[in-house]
């Protein structure tokens, strides 16, 4: 079922927005719930014959198989809410099932909160819990519980949307900075800088050539194809705030060694090339929705990109360097002269509210 | 160990105040984390030989009891962030605890969201960082996991917390409102209307006699009391948004019966009864962030009212009325005349922002 082909269940004609009242615990938030919300998550429902859903009740109860489970939590505050590739719907199940991925973990269930302002067209919200659901949908995972909050006009910004997902570790791998050892390759799965321009050109309203559309999406099928493979994979980390650089020095320093890359082997597209040049950025440190790092054994480098390059999202993987013993810095990138230089992660951020 | 006793550990003569880049993904964040977040939060870990934190890395990993988990997520968007009685980081841990324990489940995991606002000064951010420590301390639940975001000036209101908890089913209760039976005992926890008293004075800036301090607190040890002496409860639910009159609504139409409750036997502090007059407000609908309805077999009345009353948190427990067949209304009152009345569910809210 194609949930956005169906008009907002809400008579937009009586409420075209939210008001207070869709937070105030009334009858109001009650439809919400009931007519929108409830309807929607529950057509991600695999297991129809599992009690996975609250059903009118305070908490949803789940059935984990047992064993370890992975959890994450994050709040989306983007801007603007859509943008080419992708919206605040879809981002905000992406970045919580990749989170879940980089750990190893099979994503199972999500929580969905929202904090809405006052005001924010009815239409608007419908169209991102189509999106959110669409995704969740896509991801294989069941949305089980939820929360509404609404902010006054002026207090908030449209909405924000936490989620915090459950998944569940089947395999023996231990995934974590600590495994990362001197000699291992490190693999991109794919070009990068593509989400922050998306956003940022989106909300300046900058008009390139061609439209550049965000990477948003979800890493799970690519990572679950590595661990069903036997690949022995050491570290995993998706590029989200910072870029690449965050991630790499965030790798460097949990593991205590350093990151050597070379910068011609990291794929940017041009017209992201040309976006990051009139912008004064380095597409290293722009934010990323659907790119993830690998650190594994060098052996095992080849029939990892074998691997990575059947799945769309990351048909793009390459090696982009590698491991060594602690260096005077926890990350250098190689330019195509052969000379060094010491890639630091920002203080700050370059691109506000990029997710 | 105290923490509140401890200055900030973010410099404050550095950084006032939160800005943009605290939720940049580089440095200053990792400075938020490392610093303020993660030494706080991982005071409250019990396990200290379960890897139940994430160690830098994007998930944290669980290791719960074979069986059922109930999982429930909370915005919290009170406002004034500090009210008599509690704060919204307290606040934050006993709203999402309660919906636990309201399934009966043994709080275990939380995960944290921040949304701030640049400008939140910085020694506010710990105080409420502390409160919440407390909190999930004496609440004996563990914050494994969490994320922050910053939004521009006037794009939010100071700070947003989200709560993700997940809790453990250690008993074969089957607590939800389908158990619900007709001839059931209503029990209410205590005195009701306190907390939205309480947020609502501090937010207009209303004097009254003595102050009213919200009863914002963790109801784990009562329910749990109620469990281990083995109370055939048939269901439960916290009275928050909407108060007691939405909490008895969403139970009698959840069961598809009726509740009856005699007003004389509602214990409401005489302060409360004054500022809801003045106010116009009715306190059975003022939310409450401390107290729970019980609903069970009569003939277990007298062995729960004495379990109960022996937790400081539930010692005003006492009798409020009946669970009958399905009536004409889902909820009626019946004052000292002997008069019912039916008791609908607000359609808005009374007082927005309360939790």
Redesign the interface.
């Known amino acids: 079922m194609n949930l956005s082909n169906l008009p907002c269940p809400i008579p937009t004609s009586k409420y075209p927005a939210v008001?207070?009242?869709?937070?105030?615990?009334?009858?109001?938030?009650?439809n919400l719930i009931d007519q929108m919300f409830t309807p929607a998550f529950n057509t991600t429902h695999i297991q129809t014959n599992q009690k996975s859903q609250s059903?009118?009740?305070?908490?949803?109860?789940?059935?984990?198989r047992?064993g370890?489970?992975?959890?994450?939590?994050?709040?989306?505050?983007v801007?603007p809410l859509f943008f080419p590739g992708g919206d605040i719907g879809s981002l905000a199940v992406h970045g919580t099932v990749n989170?879940?991925a980089?750990?190893g973990?099979l994503p199972r269930?999500l929580?969905?909160?929202?904090?809405l302002e006052e005001g924010l067209p009815m239409d608007v919200l419908w169209k991102i819990v189509c999106s959110l659901t669409k995704a969740a949908i896509e991801a294989q995972v069941e949305i089980?519980?939820?929360?509404t909050?609404?902010?006054?006009r002026?207090?908030?910004?449209g909405i924000?949307i936490?989620t915090?997902?459950?998944?569940e570790?089947h395999h023996q791998l231990l995934i974590?900075?600590?495994r990362i050892s001197p000699n291992d390759a490190i693999l991109l799965s794919g070009d990068i800088g593509r989400h922050g321009i998306a956003v940022m050109a989106s909300r300046e309203g900058l008009v390139f050539e061609t439209t550049i559309e965000s990477d948003s999406a979800s890493l799970v099928d690519p990572i679950l194809g590595l661990i069903r493979s036997g690949i022995e994979i050491h570290c995993l980390?998706?590029c989200?705030?910072?870029?690449l650089i965050?991630t790499l020095n965030?790798l460097a320093i949990?593991s205590n060694l350093t990151c050597q890359i070379q910068e011609s082997s990291i794929p940017v597209l041009p017209q992201v090339h040309g976006a990051c040049e009139m912008l004064g950025l380095d597409p290293m440190s722009v934010?990323n929705e659907g790119r993830f790092v690998a650190v594994l054994p060098a052996n095992q480098v080849d029939a990892a990109l074998k691997i990575l390059r059947t799945y769309p999202v990351s048909q793009g993987a390459c090696l982009i360097g590698s491991v060594t013993p602690k260096d005077l810095a926890p990350v250098f990138v190689k330019n195509s002269y052969g000379t060094s230089r010491i890639a630091s992660?920002?203080?700050?951020?370059?691109l506000?509210?990029i997710?």
Chains 1, 2 share one sequence.
């Open positions: 008001t207070l009242a869709h937070g105030g615990g009334g009858l109001l938030m009650h059903g009118g009740h305070d908490s949803a109860i789940l059935f984990p047992p370890p489970l992975a959890i994450t939590t994050d709040s989306f505050v801007r989170d879940l980089m750990s973990a269930w929580s969905v909160s929202f904090v089980v519980t939820g929360d909050k609404v902010v006054e002026g207090r908030g910004d924000f936490n915090t997902g459950l998944g570790i974590h900075p600590s980390r998706d989200t705030r910072g870029g965050s965030e949990s934010a992660m920002l203080s700050g951020e370059q506000p509210r997710c």
